[in-house]
């Protein structure tokens, strides 16, 4: 099984600041999905295929990596963006990254 | 317009059996494959299995001695059936759509609370 381990756990950050999340496997993928939740809601598809945005995602959000290491970027952060974010990826099963909360600094 | 519904008892005693149910529209579960997925309050989501399109299952293999999913076609059902539960097992538990990479259409998800 894949092991996804995302950093950081938390995190803060301004408006207007650029954000980043990293997500590594413990062995190769080909792609990485992200999934944006909010309390109370279940999650959303978010970056599908590494870097393709899901339908209503802001184009301030990009996903980029391959191999073991991929990341999710926020050019500029709103106040709307403030969620956990998870990244999961598909290798003959489906595992997800623990996470990372991302608030409002 | 797609949509998934989880529905099923709020509360199980422990070492009982768990039986949910995810009634889809829009989507025909003959050409879709349909996945489980579950997430202890303020932890993070675990994939649970899927059964696929031609009817096959798949299990992660943390809980498949427990778990078996089945459909009925006609009433665009998938089942979750999940024996001994425990404590542990208290979750949100989540439907989705599986395209073969990752989860497109979610459920609202069911709360389960294993207690006596």
């Known amino acids: 099984e894949i092991v996804l381990t995302q950093s950081p756990t938390t995190m803060a950050a301004s408006p207007g600041e650029k954000v980043t999340i990293t997500c590594r496997a413990s062995?190769?993928?080909?792609?990485m999905h992200w999934y944006q939740q909010k309390p109370g809601a279940s999650p959303k598809p978010w970056i599908y295929d590494t870097s393709k945005l899901a339908s209503g995602v802001p184009n301030r959000f990009s996903g980029s990596g391959s191999g073991t290491s991929y990341s999710l970027t926020i050019s500029s952060m709103e106040t709307e963006d403030t969620a956990t974010y998870y990244c999961q990826q598909w290798s003959s099963n489906w595992t997800f990254g623990g996470g990372t909360k991302l608030e409002l600094k | 317009q797609v949509q998934l519904k989880e529905s099923g008892p709020g509360l199980v005693q422990p070492s009982q059996t768990l039986s949910l149910t995810c009634t889809v529209s829009g989507l025909s579960l003959t050409s879709n494959s349909v996945s489980w997925i579950r997430q202890p309050p303020g932890k993070g989501l675990e994939w649970m299995g899927v059964?696929?399109?031609?009817?096959?299952?798949d299990y992660n293999s943390a809980i498949k001695s427990r778990l078996s999913i089945s459909r009925d076609t006609s009433k665009s059902q998938v089942f979750l059936k999940m024996n001994s539960l425990q404590t542990e097992d208290t979750a949100m538990y989540f439907c989705?759509?599986?395209?073969?990479?990752?989860?497109?259409?979610w459920g609202q998800g069911v709360m389960v609370t294993v207690s006596s």
């Open positions: 059964i696929w399109s031609n009817g096959g299952t």
């Open positions: 062995s190769s993928v080909s792609y």
């Open positions: 989705a759509r599986s395209r073969l990479q990752y989860f497109d259409y």
